[in-house]
């Protein structure tokens, strides 16, 4: 039996796109790249915004239309929650529906719609959830994103994803080490936490610090952890314990990426986020501990009600702290969110120049950062080798949304080099092979 996985979305559906390629290995189908070739379909879906709903539909609205009487699509993901009925409303030749917590009984359902296949070596836990249950994993490269819990309890105005995934719920730290070692037994190098909100991580146990005691038990119990990436801090979730266990291990990249998403006082209290000066103190506090900290971050122009001078503000906060990475969405209308209820809604011509001009003010501020690498060495993680390069990453590079480092020589996937910056770019840089 084959299958052909399509992932939408964020780092959290690959590391559930991950899982799933494992749980369908063990149940003996085998993954092929062209949808014809298969016998099951599966799309992993994303609900966040307006954009990305339209892309899962269009997914899958074009392999309803492509997929052959003898094969079988499956919707599964972050849309399913909220839009399940709606698909199989709109798309008739949706087979079957698993939001994002129920894919862990997907051979139980392919068996169900393909009638004589069986799958091998599976046993479904009744009503396990793959939010918390330690999943099997297959990671695609020297890294892979570890999701340590779902769901989030902030009630920021903006955001539809506690509507969609719910209350937070956490993994508890023997599945999350678990995961961690069936990852570097499969070769991985790199480990990137990754959760709505990681830095609530254990708060459904009753524990406001258990990340920083993950960080300890994963960095101390997990041989071959090469690298440990944070991403999805929430401000002002970031304790001193945290602060230290990321200056201790030297396993922690010294990178993290935190969505401030604005600057302006009343422009956040509208957002329904922490204050500026939570989030001064936390940069303050992160920077004096980890001189090198790359820190990324995200912010949203035009939420509604945003003046000229709101702005201004996000726009001379870019200028006084100087973040490493940085993206800026415009403000997406979502159905079902305080935002969407407020009056003053931005027009989209004025989010659009927004958007622009903080990007570009940014651009220029990337450049600088990257320009005072230029003779530093630093040790990257070989990912790939393309037009004669090989592409890297360092400390200060998630994959997929930060730079890359290209080194001319062609260097081992998945092994670690020490390089020397020889040329910035905006966002990428160049270097040289150090022996
Ligand atoms: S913390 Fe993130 S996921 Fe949670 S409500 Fe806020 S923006 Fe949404």
């Keep these: ?226 690298w440990l990436r944070l991403m999805y801090a929430f401000p002002g979730h970031i304790t001193p314990r945290l602060i230290e266990m990321m200056a201790r291990y030297p396993q922690v990249a010294h990178y993290l990426d935190v969505p401030l998403q604005h600057a302006h006082p009343e422009t956040l209290a509208r957002m329904k986020r922490p204050s500026i000066a939570v989030t001064r103190e936390m940069l303050r506090a992160l920077r004096a501990a980890l001189p090198d900290l790359a820190i990324r971050t995200t912010f949203i122009v035009g939420f509604p009600g945003e003046t000229e001078d709101e702005y201004a503000a996000l726009l001379d906060f870019l200028e006084e702290q100087q973040f490493d990475r940085v993206g800026v969405f415009e403000f997406s209308r979502e159905d079902g969110t305080l935002a969407a209820t407020l009056p003053d809604q931005v027009p989209g011509k004025t989010k659009k120049y927004r958007r622009e001009r903080a990007m570009a003010l940014q651009q220029k501020i990337s450049l600088a950062k990257n320009q005072q690498c230029i003779g530093r060495e630093m040790r990257v993680l070989v990912e790939g080798f393309g037009e004669g390069m090989t592409i890297a990453r360092s400390y200060r590079d998630a994959p997929e949304v930060d730079g890359v480092i290209l080194v001319q020589k062609e260097l081992p996937i998945g092994t670690f080099a020490r390089v020397k910056i020889t040329r910035a770019m905006e966002y990428d840089l160049v270097g040289q092979v150090q022996s």
Aim: net charge neutral.
């Design 1 to 226: 039996m084959r299958y052909h996985l399509l992932t939408l979305g964020c780092a959290k559906n690959i590391a559930d796109s991950d899982g799933i390629g494992a749980l369908l290995a063990q149940a003996g189908m085998t993954r092929v790249d062209q949808a014809d070739a298969a016998d099951i379909l599966i799309v992993n879906t994303c609900g966040f915004l307006q954009a990305s709903r339209r892309e899962s539909l269009d997914a899958l609205r074009a392999l309803a239309k492509l997929k052959r009487a003898d094969q079988f699509l499956i919707a599964v993901g972050c849309l399913i929650a909220r839009y399940g009925e709606t698909i199989r409303r709109e798309i008739p030749r949706v087979d079957a529906v698993l939001d994002a917590g129920q894919w862990l009984a997907l051979p139980r359902v392919i068996e169900q719609l393909a009638g004589d296949w069986r799958a091998s070596a599976y046993t479904e836990t009744p009503g396990a959830r793959a939010i918390i249950a330690r999943v099997p994993r297959q990671p695609q490269g020297p890294s892979a994103y570890l999701k340590i819990a779902d769901g989030c309890d902030r009630p920021c105005a903006f955001c539809i994803i506690p509507a969609i995934k719910g209350a937070q719920r956490s993994k508890t730290q023997d599945a999350v080490i678990a995961e961690a070692r069936d990852l570097i037994a499969q070769g991985a190098q790199e480990i990137i936490l990754v959760a709505q909100d990681t830095t609530a991580y254990g708060w459904d146990f009753g524990d406001r610090d258990a990340l920083a005691t993950l960080i300890e038990k994963l960095c101390t119990e997990v041989d071959g952890l090469r």
